[in-house]
């Protein structure tokens, strides 16, 4: 937002607040920037509405993402440079304040005089050896600060180089994010296309507190809406290409399977304990977590170490019974319920699967498939309910 000094002079503490809560001031723009970032900038439309902003102007181009990045990456070598000053300064400034200290190494009479009261000459000395360790004291200070700097640097630099889009599981993780926001965006387009045919139509459409649309606000939201698509897009594209140039997901389903030994991201050799359509489930072998079991996305295999094939079979055995709890409605319109108790018994069960019949009840049997979940136990449920969810340990070696 531009406006003048003699404007903002003239609003209110109130509006000053709100300004500040939502904006920044940039000095080098000479103009208020929101805090907050793109899509997400409903609060500082709406305070720039109150303060009398009510039209949005807009000047040259969107940059694409991957020009984003490349000034992203300027600056941060820039920051990093900043830093590495900051840090060099700091630690002269500490060796400033302690070389007086250091000097005296070796001189036992300086830190060992007494300091005789009443006597000025001697009280004289006392202050300033003091002084000369207060110095000394905030030359430690100093020293941290430049440690802090340097450590902003490394941050920075790591930035410029941009080493995360050369991580194949963060690809992953970003390129599925941009599918979403894809998904969701385009749900919102076909929204506002209805009410904006039904407003062409000479229909009356609200929003929320019983507002009508109008057919410019439905018009601004949808090309707003289109707009963020396209920035997905070419996030997603830029996201995707990098991958590309990594080889891209080299592992899946088909050829990771249960008992390989593999590595993932940072971690030494790790064991495949369940494989699924997205994730897989692995078991670290080494190290203070050993035993523990977590989850990792395909990309996130780097390679594998020992293919060792294991036939993981649920523990669940023919005969045995798990009690369920059941819940009946008798009366449609009532919500009150009557709880019953129904157990169940496995009478057939293969290496994946198992088959169970409601005793004493004329019912056709049912069919579960146990899944491998994390603590070493398997599970399977009646119908999906928590307390109709029934776990075993693993039995596998």
Same mark, same amino acid.
């Given at each position: 937002?531009?406006?003048?000094? +003699? ?9 000053? +607040? ?21 899509? #997400? ?47 060099? #300064? ?36 006392? #202050? ?19 440690? $802090? ?6 941050? @920075?630099? *790591?930035?410029?180089? @941009? ?39 000479? *229909? ?74 997205? #994730? ?12 523990? /079991? ?16 294991? /036939? ?24 009150? +319920? ?52 029934? $776990? ?6």
């Amino acid at each position: 937002m531009h406006f003048e000094k +003699s404007e903002y002079t003239e609003l209110s503490d109130q509006q000053k +607040s709100e300004l500040k809560s939502a904006f920044l001031w940039s000095n080098k723009g000479k103009c208020w920037v929101s805090r907050a970032k793109e899509p #997400n900038l409903y609060r500082a439309k709406q305070i720039a509405k109150k303060l009398g902003f009510t039209e949005e102007q807009r000047e040259g181009e969107r940059l694409s993402y991957a020009e984003q990045l490349e000034r992203q990456s300027g600056r941060a070598e820039e920051r990093a440079d900043r830093y590495d000053q900051y840090a060099a #300064n700091a630690a002269q400034r500490g060796n400033q304040m302690q070389k007086p200290i250091k000097d005296m190494r070796g001189d036992i009479a300086f830190f060992t005089q007494p300091i005789i009261s009443g006597h000025s000459g001697s009280q004289a000395f006392g #202050n300033r050896r003091r002084k000369m360790f207060d110095r000394y004291e905030k030359g430690f200070e100093e020293y941290r600060k430049s440690e $802090y700097f340097l450590g902003r640097a490394e941050i @920075a630099r *790591e930035t410029a180089a @941009a080493s995360k889009f050369k991580d194949k599981g963060y690809l992953d993780r970003r390129i599925k994010e941009c599918k979403k926001e894809i998904r969701k965006r385009e749900s919102h387009v076909v929204s506002y296309e209805k009410i904006l045919l039904a407003l062409e139509n000479g *229909e009356q459409k609200e929003k929320y507190k019983g507002k009508p649309y109008t057919i410019e606000e439905v018009t601004g939201g949808l090309e707003r809406q289109i707009e963020l698509i396209e920035k997905a897009m070419d996030k997603q594209a830029y996201l995707e290409n990098c991958l590309e140039e990594l080889g891209g997901i080299q592992f899946s389903k088909d050829n990771i399977k249960v008992g390989y030994i593999v590595r993932i991201r940072h971690r030494e050799e790790v064991e495949i304990l369940n494989t699924g359509p997205v #994730n897989v489930t692995y078991k670290i072998l080494t190290g203070g977590a050993a035993g523990m /079991t977590l989850q990792a996305t395909y990309a996130e295999i780097k390679e594998v170490a020992k293919v060792i094939e294991k /036939t993981r079979k649920h523990p669940f055995k023919v005969g045995e019974q798990f009690t369920a709890t059941r819940y009946t409605y008798p009366d449609p319109k009532s919500f009150k +319920s009557i709880k019953t108790e129904v157990v169940y018994e496995i009478i057939k069960a293969s290496d994946t699967t198992i088959k169970l019949q409601a005793i004493g009840m004329d019912e056709k049997p049912i069919t579960r498939k146990p899944s491998f979940r994390f603590g070493d136990r398997w599970m399977f449920s009646i119908d999906d309910r928590h307390d109709n969810t029934f $776990y075993k340990e693993d039995t596998n070696s």
